[in-house]
């Protein structure tokens, strides 16, 4: 049995198994022998066996059973019909047919003959109960005679395949028992090899009953002779009748069942249900039903309903235009559509989950009974409403044409008309049946104002206005394209400072993170600014991103002593362009209803405010750390056209003022009264003028044009210059003041004295007499010529703010300060010095403060310009207080002791001031640097040298004067760095020890090379040694004495041995060369000496014999003999030199045979 579904679940196709269907089946057969019991006999060749039929005996019974038995070979049963004895024969047919009780599909049908073939049979089918039979096969030896069609084994493609082809390959009458006859439902039909996709094939194989038609006998043709034997021998019998199919489940099931009340059915799978599986389950209907193949199982898909309903019906249009065929029915919860999707017409739904409820639409309101999905319903004009219920604003009275439209002025209206009568509501200040005019002292019907109309200002002097028609509409705005447009920036402590500006904005640098900062607005958005009431001011901020922005600004107006504020949130729309910064306006009307001010104001106070409006600060706190900028300020305003007001600014009032007042808004006094109180400007009261009958009064101001030398608010005062009583109302009530240029004075009212009260610059006292203090001079020439009051001249060396800071008349200075005196202070103090004349305080007069210890004079006296002080010996510095150079040590009254520093040990002649030590050079110590250091010697103009001494061979550090060092026992040299002569160095104890006895010959024959060499030093000891023969001579000895030191040292000490051998021999050679040098220049100093001669003309015999010198001049005779004497000692000294370099290359020659001789010993041992 096959699975339905794979190993991953996934659908597949399965079928029951193949089978004989017809296995023990019943067959129902149109004739049967043995009823009666009749005999019959069996053509088997050349004889004929006879036998008998019985129906009624099991034994002898061929009943119909037996077509669909088990089936032997060896012991065959069959079923047989009557012979044709009985009439069995053509045109009479026998029929053989087999109920299979549901569809098959069939493959195969065969028959065994238990008697010869027949020569004609037909096989019929039914695809139904009850349904018509269908031709399947026919078989026969006359198929056109008999069927009426031609023999043909196969269909040609194209032709109908569902035709039942006839075929004469069975018919013969052999053999006479035993053969078959096999039908095969494919054979022979084109499209076999593609069954899956061939619909036509998949009908013509089912069945559900089968009709075998026995048509006409085989016979040799002796039934012609009506023989009863041989008409016995001829009838229909058949061994076996079995058909090979399947039970028929369209691929959707794998076995088929019996269920009681149904008979067999297919076991359905892929939601298929149906005796062949042959339609969808009632619930999966999603796609049309069809039969699985090989390459899809087309199992039934279910329907979407959504989930409210459990029926649902197939839909080939909606399959064909959506791909989804299954159409709901009987769908919950008031919906529809073919997936229950939609609500049900006059019903919505918020969300897909939840239930559909119904519309409920007013029918009276509402255009349709149908709602939107938020169940609001489509409303008449003028109905508004969830369902359309209720009148919408401005309109009133709900019935079946909808709502009548209200007849309020909506300017005056606040919420329009009561939805049930129409009724109008007024604003507080509109009045009417209509709401359609101002309430007295109001004036302006607008229907963007809360109040409807605005109050009556007219400085407080009226209650009757009207709109003018003589004021334009303006906006007075800050865009900040070309700079900052006169705004400034302002903090919290009051502080101004100049805003940053780019282009279309400006903004804040705040000083601290938590410091408020405003914007403060420049002159054009203050001042007369009550045509600005009731409108608008936008505020209008921009930032990178919408983040920064600001969430809330604050606004400060400022005027008539008033202070509001406003805290003002942004309008809903945030601006913000694509590659632009974002923006974010707030608008504010500038109205005392606005309930953002604080604190509250009447109409009158707050246009009092904007009348004088001195402030408008905004800042922008609701923003972070100030990442937001001011791009624009705009003010509503107007202003006085001299044309047509296009727009117009109906906001301006128009006033009718009262008695005393003039002017479009009673601002202004009629003529012949004036302010009650100037101060109050406009607002004060117009009262009649009172001049004192000195005059005529200012409208405006109440200031009296005053005459008769009076003066004042309503001339109440006398003129500066004159004196009175303006009060009386006379011409004569003010006269002339006795004072300097007329100035002004006053009248003592107890004495009646005049005291002038005005006097000029500089002057005082009762008429001007005097100078004032700080001044000098004689104003009015009371002792002699008049002099003008000049400033007193101290050099700026006292307080102008003391009293009699000099003399009034002579100017001398009388307290000067800053340690200054003079007549002007123009000099400094004793004890002081400095330039009293200096402008700057820090550089006048300083104390000379000398140094007692180091002063010879008084510590206050000092030179008056530079501050010199004093000093004593060798006492130095402008306050006398250190030592001069090479001194130190300062005492009072002392002075400063010599440095005595050593002039070779020490670096300076300077020393501490202090201490005296002075600067020594390298290796020096001591106060003075007159001693070498410990370890050190040679005390000198460069300093000292460092002893070294070895500290192995040395007693102490401490050398020598002459630089060697005390040598502990068996060291020498001038370190103690070498073994004494036959000693040698212990390494194990770094000790020099005496070397054993046989080193004592080496020691006696370097004595005696050692007075070789002294008996040459006294051979050469005659001999100019100075210069570089004298070097090479000493040369000579060092080398000596290092061969005398190495005749004692050990095998160590062999290698730089041999190095003196060398250098030995490199002195020999020096010493002649040198000898051979001072030969070549005595020979040099003949020649010269025989040159000069011979220019003197001197005779010079070369022998001893020719000593006397002939000469041709007796005036060179001195001459020439003394020349004469010279060469004859340089003669001499050529020929010692000679031998000297004969013998000295033999002595020396000699040495080295005996040093040679001395090392070869040395080596042996």
């Known amino acids: 049995m096959d699975s339905c579904y794979d190993e991953q679940g996934a659908p597949s196709r399965c079928m029951p198994k193949f089978e004989n269907i017809a296995f023990n089946r019943t067959v129902v057969t149109s004739n049967v022998c043995g009823s009666p019991p009749e005999d019959y006999c069996m053509q088997t060749g050349s004889t004929r066996s006879c036998h008998h039929c019985d129906a009624s005996d099991p034994e002898l019974s061929h009943n119909a059973s037996l077509l669909t038995d088990f089936n032997r070979n060896e012991e065959s049963t069959w079923w047989q019909s009557q012979s044709m004895y009985y009439g069995i024969q053509h045109p009479n047919s026998v029929n053989l047919t087999l109920h299979l009780g549901k569809a098959f599909e069939i493959t195969y049908i065969r028959l065994k003959f238990y008697t010869s073939r027949p020569e004609s049979f037909a096989i019929y089918k039914r695809t139904e109960e ?14 056109r005679k008999t069927y009426g069609k031609d023999a043909k084994g196969y269909i040609r493609p194209g032709d109908d395949e569902r035709t039942a082809l006839c075929t004469d ?3 013969d009458i052999s053999p006479l028992t035993g053969g078959n006859v096999a039908f095969s439902t494919l054979e022979g039909r084109p499209s076999a090899y593609n069954f899956d996709q061939s619909v036509v094939l998949k009908e013509w194989v089912t069945a559900t009953d089968l009709l075998v038609s026995l048509d006409r006998l085989n016979t040799f043709g002796d039934e012609f002779f009506k023989d009863a034997k041989v008409l016995r021998s001829y009838f229909y019998a058949i061994s076996d009748f079995s058909v090979g199919g399947r039970c028929k489940c369209n691929g959707h099931a794998s076995e088929c069942v019996e269920v009681e009340h149904l008979g067999l059915v297919c076991s359905c799978q892929h939601h ?26 087309n199992e039934c898909l279910k329907c979407n309903c959504s989930g409210r309903s459990d029926e649902c019906v197939f839909d080939m249009e909606q399959y064909r235009s959506t791909g989804s065929g299954g159409r709901c029915v009987s769908c919950r919860d008031n919906t529809d559509g073919p997936h229950c999707e939609r609500c049900r017409e006059n019903h919505y739904r918020e969300s897909a989950e ?10 009276n309101g509402s255009v349709s009974l149908q709602c939107d999905v938020e169940g609001r319903c489509a409303c008449r004009v003028g109905v508004t409403g969830e369902k359309c219920d209720t009148c919408r604003a401005g309109f009133h009275s709900l019935g079946p044409g909808g709502c009548r439209p209200c007849e309020c002025d909506p300017s005056g209206t606040v919420d329009d008309c009561s939805p049930l009568d129409g009724r109008c509501h007024c604003k507080p200040n509109v009045e009417g049946q209509s709401c359609d005019r101002c309430k007295p002292g109001f004036f302006n019907l607008q229907q963007v104002n809360p109040a409807g109309c605005q109050a009556c200002f007219c400085f407080g002097h009226s209650l009757a206005c009207s709109s003018s028609n003589h004021y334009l509409a303006i906006n007075i705005s800050s865009d900040f394209i070309e700079d900052q447009d006169g705004w400034l920036g302002e903090f919290s402590a009051g502080q101004e400072y100049p805003l940053l500006w780019k282009e279309g904005e400006v903004y804040l640098l705040p000083l601290t993170e938590e410091d408020i900062g405003f914007y403060k607005a420049p002159e054009k958005f203050l001042g ?12 209008t901020f921009t930032s990178e991103t919408a983040e920064l922005l600001p969430d809330h600004v604050t606004l400060l107006l400022q005027g008539s002593g008033v202070t509001l504020s406003a805290d003002l949130s942004p309008q809903p729309v945030l601006d913000h362009d694509p590659g632009l910064s974002s923006r974010r306006s707030f608008i504010v009307r500038l109205h005392e209803n606005e309930m953002r001010f604080e604190p509250p104001l009447s109409a009158f106070k707050f246009q009092q405010l904007l009348n004088n409006l001195t402030t408008l600060r905004i800042s922008n706190a609701g923003g972070q750390n100030y990442t937001s900028q001011l791009a624009g300020v705009t003010l509503t305003s107007a202003f006085i056209s001299s044309g047509p007001a296009n727009p117009p600014a109906p906001w301006v009032e ?50 009296c044009e005053c005459s008769d030398f009076t003066t004042g608010m309503t001339c109440e005062h006398c003129l500066d210059g004159y004196y009175g009583n303006a009060l009386i109302g006379t011409r004569g009530d003010c006269q002339p003041c006795p004072c300097p240029d007329r100035t002004s004075c006053a009248e003592i009212a107890e004495t009646g004295q005049v005291v002038c009260t005005n006097c000029p610059t500089r002057q005082t006292g009762m008429r001007c007499q005097m100078c004032e203090d700080g001044y000098y001079g004689d104003p009015l020439g009371q002792s002699g010529a008049a002099r003008p009051c000049v400033r007193c001249d101290c050099n700026g060396n006292v307080d102008f703010n003391a009293l009699g800071i000099c003399d009034h008349i002579t100017g001398r200075c009388l307290k000067c300060l800053r340690h200054t005196e003079g007549e002007h202070c123009q000099r400094c103090q004793r004890g002081f010095y400095g330039d009293a004349l200096n402008q700057t305080a820090g550089q006048k007069c300083k104390p000379c403060s000398c140094n007692p210890g180091g002063t010879s004079g008084h510590v206050n006296e000092c030179h008056p310009q530079t501050g010199n002080c004093q000093c004593l010996a060798q006492v130095t510095g402008r306050d006398c207080s250190y030592c001069e150079v090479g001194f130190f040590n300062l005492q009072p009254g002392a002075g400063c002791e010599r440095c005595k520093c050593n002039p070779i040990g020490s670096s300076s002649i300077a020393c501490h001031p202090i201490t005296g030590q002075c600067l020594c050079r390298a290796g020096v110590e001591g106060r003075l640097c007159d001693s070498c250091r410990v370890g050190f010697f040679g005390f000198s103009s460069r300093g000292c040298r460092a002893c070294n001494c070895d500290p192995m061979g040395s007693i102490s550090m401490q050398c020598h004067s002459n630089g060697t060092c005390h040598c502990r026992q068996g060291f020498v040299g001038y370190k103690c760095d070498k073994c004494e002569l036959n000693y040698f160095h212990n390494r194990a104890t770094h000790q020099c020890e005496e070397c054993p006895v046989c080193y004592g010959l080496i020691k006696k024959q370097a004595e005696k090379l050692r007075t070789g060499l002294q008996d040459l030093e006294k051979l050469l000891a005659p001999f100019d040694c100075r210069g570089r023969f004298g070097e090479q001579r000493h040369l000579l000895k060092y080398h000596m004495a290092r061969l005398y030191e190495h005749e004692h040292q050990r095998e160590d000490t062999l290698p730089n041995a041999l190095e003196d051998f060398l250098a030995f021999q490199e002195a020999r050679e020096a010493f002649i060369k040198q000898f051979s040098s001072l030969e070549t220049s005595t020979g040099t100093l003949l020649a010269q ?20 010198d002939r000469r041709k001049d007796e005036g060179s005779r001195g001459v020439c003999q003394t020349f004469t004497e010279t060469m004859f000692m340089v003669k001499a000294s050529q020929k010692q030199l000679k031998q000297a370099t004969l013998d000295l290359d033999n002595m020396v020659g000699v040495l080295l045979v005996h040093i040679v001789s001395i090392y070869s010993r040395y080596f042996t041992v």
């Open 654 to 703: 128009s006033c009718s003022c009262p008695p005393g007042f003039a002017g479009q808004f009673c601002e202004q006094c009629a003529p012949g009264f004036t302010r009650e109180d100037p101060s109050r400007g406009s607002l004060s009261t117009c009262v009649p003028c009172n001049c004192h009958q000195h005059g005529t009064c200012h409208p405006e101001t109440g200031v």
């Open 1089 to 1108: 000496l025989h040159g000069i001669t011979s220019t003197l003309n001197c005779s010079i015999s070369m022998t001893g014999e020719e000593g006397k």
């Open 528 to 539: 007369h600014q009550v045509y600005s009431y009731g409108q608008l001011l936008s505020i």
């Open 272 to 297: 298929t249900v149906g005796d062949d599986c042959q339609r969808c389950h009632p619930f999966y209907q999603d796609r049309p039903w069809a039969r699985a193949t090989g390459d899809s199982a």
């Open 130 to 143: 009850d349904g018509p039979w269908l031709p399947y096969q026919y078989y026969s030896a006359s198929c």
């Open 354 to 363: 939840e239930p559909c409820l119904p519309c409920n639409c007013n029918i």
């Open 169 to 171: 390959e069975f018919s």
